[in-house]
T-cell receptor, first 115, second 120 residues
Framework: AQKVTQAQTEISVVEKEDVTLDCVYE???????LFWYKQPPSGELVFLIR??????QNEISGRYSWNFQKSTSSFNFTITASQVVDSAVYFC????????????FGTGTSLTVIP | GAGVSQSPSNKVTEKGKDVELRCDPI?????LYWYRQSLGQGLEFLIY????????KSGLPSDRFSAERTGGSVSTLTIQRTQQEDSAVYLC??????????????????FGAGSRLTVL
């Protein structure tokens, strides 16, 4: 079965704290992509990152970092020194790397950064 | 266009009426997707187009829902005899390519701002 689980429904942190958003996935595919999308209060989903299943190298982009571990089927997202503008709903997603017909989204984690 | 454009941005209709939602994907994007997002919920897959054909219609919730895409570009999602449970934000996304040979943009979805449908 293809499935993405984001166990954290809502998280609140105080500005400048670090926060990690968890994502656990299930797939029968040997090659796949994992994604994170951000949905700010304005509503439009914004692409953040795509990882290939064969590339477990962690990635850092400014205050954002992603930890991909195939052994635990996890693709966690950490925001360092959070800011109010980080307040949004974050979705983790999975797709087969060989086709484009289906994306599996988690239910999202709503992050609130308190000033 | 520069981004995925959806119209109308807001639609209020009466129960039983038909509605049409339009999506204009990024120029050159061959894959187009419709999702539905109910208030505070995740994304529910509706349908996927590759070019003008829809290889996967598995997510359409009932036969009141249909979608078409013409010229490999604009897509229209039609909901007939709307019900209150159809109230949601309908999101359209497009993708340039998919698969491992598709380059850095493969399987990356660009979403529109959505069409918020309210059925009274």
């Amino acid at each position: 079965a293809q499935k993405v689980t984001q166990a954290q429904t809502e998280i609140s942190v105080v500005e400048k704290e670090d926060v990690t958003l968890d994502c656990v996935y299930e797939t029968r595919d040997t090659t796949y992509y994992l994604f994170w999308y951000k949905q700010p209060p304005s509503g439009e989903l914004v692409f953040l990152i795509r990882r290939n299943s064969f590339d477990e190298q962690n990635e850092i982009s400014g205050r954002y970092s992603w930890n991909f571990q195939k052994s635990t089927s996890s693709f966690n997202f950490t925001i360092t020194a959070s800011q109010v503008v980080d307040s949004a709903v974050y979705f983790c997603a999975l797709s087969d790397a060989n086709t484009g017909n289906q994306f599996y989204f988690g239910t999202g984690t709503s992050l609130t950064v308190i000033p | 266009g520069a981004g995925v454009s959806q119209s109308p941005s807001n639609k209020v209709t009466e129960k039983g009426k038909d509605v049409e939602l339009r999506c204009d994907p990024i120029s050159g994007h061959t894959a187009l997707y419709w999702y539905r997002q109910s208030l505070g919920q995740g994304l529910e897959f509706l349908i996927y187009f590759q070019g003008n054909s829809a290889p996967d219609k598995s997510g359409l919730p009932s036969d009141r829902f249909s979608a078409e895409r013409t010229g490999g570009s604009v897509s229209t999602l039609t909901i007939q005899r709307t019900q209150q449970e159809d109230s949601a934000v309908y999101l359209c996304a497009s993708s340039l390519a998919f698969g491992l040979a598709g380059g850095p943009g493969a399987n990356v979805l660009t979403f529109g701002a959505g069409s918020r449908l309210t059925v009274l």
